[in-house]
Each structure stands twice: as C-alpha cells, then as structure tokens.
C-alpha cells in the first residue's frame, strides 16, 4: 500500500472553543496561533516561532482534536498519520515512507499530525541488530524534524512520551499535557454535549472517572437507549 494511502486529510472544522482545555493550555496554544499570525514582525526581531509542538498524556482527553482545532485556527490543511499504521519491520522502508509524507507536508504548508508518535521511540527488543535498525529510524526522524519548514507545523501525539528518545523529546519547542478530566470539567462536558437534545433525553445518571471521548461514547448511547425506549412506547399505544 502507498504511504499515502495511510493518510487521513480531515476537513472537519474544529473550532478552539469546541475543545476543552486548561487555563494554561488554553494560554499555551494561543500563543502559538499568535505567533504564526504574527510570524513576519517576529522573524524581523531574529525571533524563532515555534512550529514543532508535542500532545503528550491520556487517551481520549482532546490531542486530536487539539490538533484539527489549531490547523483550523492557522487556515492550514491538517494531514493525520498514525505511526502504528507506517512502522513494519522493514526499518529502511519505513523512514523512506517517512520522508514522504513529511516532504508532501512541507510543500502544501500543512499542519502534519502523527499519532502514536511512541511507535518510532518505542523499544523493540535486545537484539544488537534491532536496536541499530531502530536507532537509524530516530536519527531519520530528528533530520525531517530538524529541517521542517517553519511555514510548516509539527504536531505529535503520544500517551506515552516517557518511552520516546530523549533526543526526539528535545526537538519539540513546546510541550503540552493533557490530563483526565475532573468531575467540574466533566459536568461542563456533559452540559454542551446535551445541550441541544430535549429534556427527557438527558435523564441519566452521568459517568465520571472517564475521559472527554468515553463521557461523549458514554452519553450518545445513554441518548440512544432513551429514545429508542420512547419510540418503542409510542408504536406499542
């Protein structure tokens, strides 16, 4: 399959205000949009804008959307590729499809955004010859992100950036935690997505302890089961 078969172009528009962010991330990814609006007075004064930037904590608590809301905000195409999908144990092969997708990113000025970017730090065993193949496909992956255009945006996602190599870590400007919801934020979660359905729809008890993408599951079919028990009720009268 061509690599860019693997790549997912997502047109749906995300605004900043539909993704549930903290005072400091909110602070954080402003600054950045900022900064690309910005980017030609800045680079007069020799200032760098940061354009590689790392979404890094637990599943489901709002990286993609992050993500799709800033190359929104940017006016920029977002391109989604997820590294679990590119890596084979062909290592050659696969900073090759690398190099690809990144050269294509460049030259459309896109936001290029790679989930699971654990996958290219992860560990992949003891064998001598493994771990040189592996550590060949980092040094590949630090020279396209050291020469990423700045017109350009990086942006990676990882639950779990504790295992990506230190040297990968270092090239991301700025890093950005996501963290499970609490039972306030949740509520206020609950509270937008009912928001549009009627009052006897939104009788349930609500889940907490979840993230933003299991309390959405969670409430959709908590909606679901409550409108099929109406229309079941309406047909048996």
Request: glycine letters at 4%.
């Amino acid at each position: 399959m061509n690599v860019f078969d693997l790549i997912i172009n997502d047109r749906e528009a995300v605004s900043l205000e539909d993704v549930f962010l903290n005072k400091y991330n909110h602070q954080n990814i402003q600054q950045l949009i900022k900064e690309h609006r910005y980017v030609d007075e800045l680079t007069k004064y020799g200032l760098p804008v940061n354009n590689k930037i790392l979404l890094q904590g637990h599943s489901g608590c709002g990286k993609t959307t992050t993500a799709k809301a800033i190359a929104h905000a940017l006016g920029k195409p977002i391109m989604i590729l997820n590294l679990s999908n590119v890596v084979c144990s062909r290592i050659g092969e696969t900073s090759q499809n690398l190099k690809q997708v990144f050269d294509k990113a460049a030259r459309e000025k896109a936001v290029l955004f790679l989930d699971e970017f654990d996958q290219i730090g992860k560990e992949r065993g003891s064998d001598d010859k493994d771990v040189g193949e592996m550590r060949r496909l980092v040094n590949t992956i630090i020279q396209l992100i050291d020469y990423y255009p700045a017109n350009a945006m990086l942006i990676a996602a990882s639950n779990h950036a504790e295992i990506i190599d230190i040297a990968l870590l270092r090239r991301f400007q700025l890093r950005i935690n996501f963290e499970m919801p609490n039972d306030a934020v949740l509520d206020s979660y609950y509270d937008r997505l009912l928001k549009s359905f009627p009052e006897h729809l939104k009788n349930f008890e609500r889940l907490y302890h979840v993230s933003f993408a299991e309390a959405k599951d969670y409430a959709f079919t908590k909606i679901k089961s409550l409108l099929i028990a109406k229309l079941e009720k309406e047909e048996n009268k």
